[in-house]
């Protein structure tokens, strides 16, 4: 780090607990509703969406503190910023060199766990000491039949459609139970909740979403009442939340992971369907995940993570989300595959996206290197990389992860 980092105090934030679905972590059987017990609900509510979202730790750190810690990074460090790379959740350590090396600002817990608490806890810490800035670490931890943690300490939670379908306390406390439990482990990144929509006339011929009951139903009004109880619930408990998959995959018949030619030929930029989204947005979630299928009436010459009319005119402009954009998996997804990774991390970060997520380790090297030199040889991009890395210090502080002097 460059000596100006002296002046940047960083807290990694592990209190205790016992208490996308990316391509890595394909869906598995839908299991039985959550038996973990309702916690308090005298939580704060969520911030307006005209402001950086504040949910989290409550000793927020000074409004300077994201320009002093980028201040400080040189570019391969800013670059660092823009990698979230997989690990297996079961053995995270093994990425320590490449924490070490390429400067990650994030790592994905890919993979299942029957764990308990206190060892993933004591994983989690040490994965982190091998960072110069905490890293945002997230799982997929939806429920229903995507649920990374599965041990003793981790009640099995009810899918989407099934919660959807229920009391907006049930879920209201669900979500605040299990956020808690993550938080108590070191995760401040949950990538969820789903926020497409999936029409009855597809239901669960819709392979990504609806064959596993990962949506909170067929009505995007209904699916936006769920994610607004959702991202307060998770995001005041600690853990900030990511609407996927953005501008939405319920109307698709292919599976971005497994397959190329997912295409909804119906969204356009007025699409009632991206109503979840900005009810999301409007509560205050911290982050919005970018699909890899194809939207021809918003872009017919890219996929949604390629987009700049998707993620930049869109989102950016047309909604106004000033928050972190993560990408689907750009590393093992058959969508994605027409380029090198080296190449998707660049597609991505020029089309307006932020953190570039590979469940593939050996994706850092080529990708980091691209980055760099794109931004060494072109100064819009490099403002492109700048204004990225802001954004995901801003989530690092928004979980309480920079603290400035």
């Given at each position: ?68 810690t980028l201040e400080g990074l040189d570019l391969p460090e800013r670059v660092g ?40 806890k004591s994983d989690v810490a040490a994965l982190q000491r091998n960072a110069a ?124 992971d497994v397959s190329t030619g997912a295409t909804d030929t119906v969204a356009t ?137």
């Amino acid at each position: 780090m460059k000596r100006s980092l002296a002046a940047v105090a960083v807290a990694i934030t592990l209190a205790g607990s016992v208490s996308s679905c990316t391509t890595d972590d394909a869906p598995e059987a839908a299991p039985a509703p959550s038996s973990g017990a309702p916690v308090p609900s005298d939580v704060p509510s969520a911030v307006p969406p005209s402001a950086v979202p504040s949910a989290g730790p409550s000793s927020a750190p000074p409004a300077d503190c994201v320009s002093t810690t980028l201040e400080g990074l040189d570019l391969p460090e800013r670059v660092g910023q823009l990698l979230m790379i997989g690990a297996a959740v079961n053995a995270p350590s093994g990425l320590g060199d490449t924490v070490r090396r390429y400067h990650l600002g994030g790592v994905f817990l890919r993979g299942r766990s029957t764990h308990r608490a206190a060892q993933l806890k004591s994983d989690v810490a040490a994965l982190q000491r091998n960072a110069a800035l905490p890293m945002l670490v997230a799982v997929d931890q939806e429920g229903g039949s995507v649920q990374t943690l599965k041990g003793p300490d981790f009640p099995r939670l009810a899918s989407a459609y099934r919660l959807g379908a229920g009391p907006a306390a049930t879920l209201r406390d669900t979500t605040r139970d299990s956020a808690r439990r993550l938080k108590g482990i070191g995760v401040n990144l949950n990538l969820a909740p789903v926020a497409d929509t999936v029409p009855t006339n597809i239901g669960t011929g819709n392979p990504p979403i609806g064959a596993f009951r990962r949506e909170f139903g067929s009505d995007p009004a209904r699916v936006a009442a769920a994610i607004r109880t959702v991202v307060p619930a998770s995001q005041d408990a600690g853990v900030l939340t990511t609407l996927k998959h953005f501008p939405g995959l319920g109307r698709v018949r292919v599976n971005t992971d497994v397959s190329t030619g997912a295409t909804d030929t119906v969204a356009t930029v007025d699409d009632p369907y991206l109503a979840p989204f900005k009810a999301g947005i409007t509560s205050g979630s911290a982050a919005v995940m970018i699909s890899s299928a194809r939207y021809p009436k918003i872009d017919p010459s890219a996929v949604a993570a390629f987009s700049k009319p998707v993620i930049t005119g869109l989102l950016r402009e047309r909604i106004g989300f000033r928050g972190l954009v993560v990408s689907d998996d750009l590393g093992a997804a058959r969508a994605v595959t027409a380029y090198p990774p080296a190449q998707r991390a660049v597609r991505f970060v020029a089309a307006g996206g932020d953190l570039v997520l590979t469940i593939v380790p050996s994706d850092a090297a080529p990708m980091a290197g691209a980055l760099i030199d794109k931004a060494e040889t072109d100064q819009s991009f490099r403002a492109r990389v700048d204004d990225a890395a802001r954004h995901v210090l801003q989530a690092k502080a928004q979980a309480g992860l920079l603290r400035c002097r």
